[in-house]
């Protein structure tokens, strides 16, 4: 899969691209992360890309120019048209449904925004959606760029190298992960439980089955209306609900 990230910043993705599970995925071949820098496509002699806002109002806002004429000279690169998305507070919000979606294609261009905003012609003439990574504000952008190439490079096949970790994450399947243990197998008074030294693997799965479904209940309870469950899994949720002891 090709990332195309236009941006003001380009250098601000060096260093998190070239660590961990994004570096490995680049050097194998198994993503494409592609930076252009918005200034390379303002025209006049002081390469603006920000101006005043019509009708008045604080800060600055990106100039229409650059951006379209960014994002025709990045589709151009390719016979296939990206998809275009725009991060913006006002987007959809970014989650794992929407992560796996955009996993999906074969590439896909983020415009990070700045200052105010951007001129609204660019979302109507070349940007296909808006999408937000949450209800806060940021200076721009690129942080949301690297959480959404993070969240979608990882679904790929190969970035991961184990495609079970994938499917066992938290949000994968609506539920959040269950707990995880390594040694030593008692620490400060807290033992590892008794289950998941037995070597009966379909106990383990069920025990960590249970435990995501606690845990989701506890935490995150607004995710279990939309959460792949069994039969067994609601009939289990239902004696949670009920106030019955849970499984240790």
């Known amino acids: 899969m090709i990332f195309e990230i236009l941006t003001l910043f380009p250098e601000m993705f060096d260093s998190y691209l070239a660590s961990s599970i994004l570096g490995r995925a680049i050097a194998q071949g198994h993503i494409q992360v592609r930076r252009h820098n918005i200034r390379d496509f303002a025209t006049d002699k002081h390469r603006m890309t920000d101006d005043a806002p019509y009708g008045g109002g604080s800060g600055m806002v990106m100039k229409p120019e650059p951006l379209v004429r960014g994002l025709e000279a990045v589709q151009g690169t390719e016979e296939t048209r990206a998809r275009v998305i725009l991060l913006s507070p006002r987007g959809r919000l970014f989650d794992q ?28 003439l070349a940007v296909d959606e808006e999408i937000s990574i949450g209800d806060y504000i940021l200076t721009g ?18 970035v991961l190298g184990d495609e079970t970790s994938t499917r066992e994450e938290s949000f994968s399947e609506g539920l959040l992960e269950y707990p995880h243990y390594t040694r030593p197998r008692e620490f400060m008074g807290c033992q590892v439980p008794d289950v998941l030294l037995s070597g009966n693997h379909q106990e383990i799965a069920a025990w960590r ?11 995150r309870p607004d995710l279990l209306g939309s959460a792949n469950l069994t039969e067994e899994d609601r009939e289990y949720l239902e004696r949670i609900e009920q106030g019955e002891e849970r499984g240790s």
Do not use: H, Q, W
Request: glycine share 8%; proline share 4%; charged share 35%.
């Open 209 to 219: 089955r249970r435990k995501a479904i606690e845990g989701t209940f506890e935490k």
């Open 141 to 158: 952008g690129e942080l949301a760029a690297m959480v959404i190439l993070e969240a979608t490079a990882r679904l790929l096949p190969g």
């Open 97 to 124: 449904k929407v992560a796996r979606e955009l996993s999906r294609l074969p590439r896909l261009i983020m415009v990070c925004g700045k200052y105010e905003g951007v001129d609204e012609r660019v979302r109507v």
